[in-house]
C-alpha cells in the first residue's frame, strides 16, 4: 500500500470511528505504522474523526519527531501510540476512542466481560490502567507498561477516559475497538432486562 493509500484508509477508518459513534467532539486518536519503517502516520491534535482528511494527517517518527510539515500537529496522545509500536513490532494499528459503554466500565474499575463468541475470539484479557491526564508521560508509562507486562493485550481501559485498541492491522485494532463497545453495551443491555447474563457459552 502507498504513503497516499494508506493515509486514505486511515481517513476511512476515522470517518467509521465517526459513524459507529465511538468517540465524542475531537477526543481519540489513530495511528497507524508505515510498513518496514519507523515512522507512523497518526490523526491530529483537535480535529475530530469526522473531519479528518488526507490533508491533516500527520507524519511521526517512534522517537517523537513531526516528520509532515504545515500547520497540524499530533493528537496529545501519540507518545503512548508510538511507545506501543516501537515495543511491539507485530502492532500496526492503535485505535484509542472515547466509547461510552466502554468508559462506564473503566470508570467503575471493571473489565467488560467477553458476551460472543466473536467478542472471546478478536478481544484477548482486557486491561484497566488507573486515571492519568490525556498526554501525560504517567499515562503514556501506564499503557506502554501494559504491553510490556502483557505484551498479548489487545484492549486496555484508561479509567475515567476511554479505551486503546491494538491489532496486526489497523483494521483489526478499530475492529476490536467495536466489538469490546458491543460487548460493554450488551452486558449493560442484560441488565437493564434485569437478567444475569449467562457467560458460560
Ligand atoms: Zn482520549
Known sequence: MSLDDLKKHLVDICHCASERWLTAGSGGN???????????????????????AVENIVEMDLDGRQLSPGPWKPSKEHRWHAGILALRPEVHGVVHTHSTATMAFGIVDMTPPHMTGQAR???????????????????????????????????????NHGLAATGPSLLEAYNRAEIVEDSAQAYLHCKILGREPKLDF
Open 30 to 52: 489513530i495511528s497507524v505504522r508505515i510498513p518496514e519503517t519507523t515512522r507512523y502516520l497518526c490523526t491530529a491534535t483537535g480535529v475530530t474523526f469526522r473531519d479528518t
Open 121 to 159: 475470539a478478536h478481544l484477548g484479557r482486557i486491561q484497566i490502567v488507573p486515571y492519568a491526564d490525556a498526554g501525560s508521560d504517567e499515562l503514556r508509562d501506564l499503557i506502554v507498561g501494559v504491553y510490556e507486562a502483557h505484551p498479548d493485550t489487545r484492549i486496555v481501559l484508561l479509567a
